[in-house]
Nanobody, 122 residues
Framework: QVQLVESGGGLVQAGGSLRLSCSASGRTYYAMGWFRQAPGKEREFVAAIRWNARATIYADSVKGRFTISGDNAKNTVYLQMNSLKPEDTAVYYC?????????????????WGQGTLVTVSS
């Protein structure tokens, strides 16, 4: 059974840091990604990692502040978030593709976690 479980969300002041974790079970994955959805907004891409060559991609809004990493042997991915801003407030979702695809589009990911809430106060 495929299952992705996120943890690490919480309340932090602007300028602070949080580290999100996602543990995946059920099978191995070609890549894993993080998306977020703020109240009243559509889900948007944050970052992704492809285990082959450890390639990473980031949304422009988080480049230089967020870092995605992980251990593919353990099917675990992390999102280190630094210099957080109030506009980073959202529910953060971990996601994985079914096949050997990856990218910034949510349609490329079929497995999703339940989400973890990150709130950044000003």
């Amino acid at each position: 059974q495929v299952q992705l479980v996120e943890s690490g969300g919480g309340l932090v002041q602007a300028g602070g840091s949080l580290r999100l974790s996602c543990s995946a079970s059920g099978r191995t994955y070609y890549a894993m990604g993080w998306f977020r959805q703020a109240p009243g907004k559509e889900r948007e891409f944050v970052a992704a990692i492809r285990w082959n060559a450890r390639a990473t991609i980031y949304a422009d809004s988080v480049k230089g502040r967020f870092t995605i990493s992980g251990d593919n042997a353990k099917n675990t991915v992390y999102l280190q978030m630094n210099s957080l801003k109030p506009e980073d407030t959202a529910v953060y979702y971990c996601a994985a593709p079914r096949y050997q695809t990856w990218g910034t589009s949510a349609t490329g990911y079929v497995y999703w976690g339940q989400g973890t809430l990150v709130t950044v106060s000003s």
